[in-house]
């Protein structure tokens, strides 16, 4: 079957093609439908039916969550705001046609914006992809929780549960495992080690990029409660029973989670555009493409450059959507004859659960801790899925009611 060419011609106004459904394109969508109106037409398209909190998903690991409660559909937040949405695998990008080529079609565009997110690094070590589970979608952690699950109900089996990376994932799957641990009733063979939670480290500390108050906090506290921390020894080596790690040699694993890291998508790698020395998709400050000025990227995606140099910047959810809305603004100026505005980025709290009794917030030098930061993280999972169902409303309303400031007001007004 061909592929088939969708919507060339066939709507008015400045066409916007948006790649990738996360915290960024879902941003990005929204914010262009009030900026736009009826001016524009906007298409997301995302290989996945539904959008996913993700920073939730280690909850799933330990079963207090579960992949329904933490998405929703696509087409019940983008349709009624007026964005189409089509299901699809985007497999590259034709700058001279401006289309964007997937696997059943292909989508003209005259604005694009990437929002594509990473995938795992394996780091070229021997057998990290054949032998660990992968720890990136809903999907995979319960495919985690399903199968510690199977080796922990067996009381006379000894489990030897391996993370393998330190930074935030590692760290929340490790405080959710050790919850699993308590709900199956299991906590004493930790004591007696017949059952074993090891995060292995290759640099000093957890959490790197975190002050030294969140790395020692994190790690005594694990430690407290019963893991191993195992740091300065990467993993060189993964087998079908073990990890061999630098300077102390084989460790046994009967489940290998992989936390250790992330790369650009092959879709990223692929496109003929300019990349930075690690292979993220570059944009300048006004966060397009140096290469065209229709091509903007945001999110986990892109390494953001201005005029000194790279922005250092972990990827996280924020800085998503904070691009987004330089993005989408920008979009919408470039159309209006306007100029572009610089992306300068914003610093707000990041917040760490290790399980449900106990969290970390971070900004800054600040560092708090308390089972408080647990529910702060779950009123924010709360609050953008909330945000995800009414956002349609108010995109709508702007795009009849157009006026400066006027979906900031209704927001104000709004009983939710």
Known sequence: MGKTRSGKGAQMG????????????????????ELLGQSGSLTLVDRNAFHYFIPSIHEIVSG????????????????????????????????????????????????????????????????????????????????IRTEAERLLEDPTATCRIVLAGGGTEGVEAAGELLDLVKRLGREDDLKKETISIDLIEGKERLLTGFPPQAQEYAENYLREH???????????????????????????????????????????????????PRGWLRVTDRLHSPDDDRIFGIGDAVSVYNQDGPLL???????????ASIAALNIANRMRGRDMVVYTPKSR??????????????????????????????????????S?????????????????????????????
Not at 14 to 33: D, S, T, Y
Not at 389 to 410: E, Y
């Open 226 to 276: 019963g893991a191993n921390v195992v740091t300065g020894h990467p993993i060189i080596e993964v087998r079908n029973d073990c990890v061999v790690l630098e300077g102390e040699g084989p460790r046994a694993s009967s489940v290998l989670v992989w936390t250790g890291g992330i790369q650009p998508a092959k879709m990223i790698r692929d496109l003929p555009l300019q990349k930075d």
């Open 349 to 386: 709290p990041q917040l760490i659960s290790i399980g449900k009794d106990m969290g970390i917030f971070s900004q800054g030098d600040s560092v708090l801790t308390g089972a408080w930061v647990v529910v702060l993280k779950k009123a924010v999972e709360r609050k953008h899925i909330m």
């Open 388 to 416: 995800c169902l009414t956002r349609p409303l108010t995109s709508s309303i702007q795009a009849w009611l157009p006026g400066a400031g006027f979906v900031q007001r209704l927001r104000m007004h709004l009983p939710f």
């Open 14 to 33: 400045q066409r916007v093609v948006i790649i990738g459904g996360g915290f960024g394109g879902l941003e990005a969508a929204f914010l262009l439908k």
């Open 64 to 143: 207090k969550s579960s992949v329904e409660s933490i998405r929703i559909p696509f087409a019940a937040m983008l349709v009624p705001a007026g964005i189409r949405f089509i299901q699809d695998e985007v497999l590259s990008l034709s700058k001279a046609d401006k289309e964007v080529i997937c696997r059943d079609r292909t989508l003209p565009y005259d604005y694009l914006i990437v929002s594509t997110g990473a995938e795992n690094n394996y780091f070229g070590i021997p057998g990290a992809e054949e032998f660990s589970f992968c720890f990136r979608k809903p999907v995979d952690a319960e495919r």
């Open 313 to 323: 910047l972990q990827r996280l959810a924020y800085h998503a959507q904070n691009q």
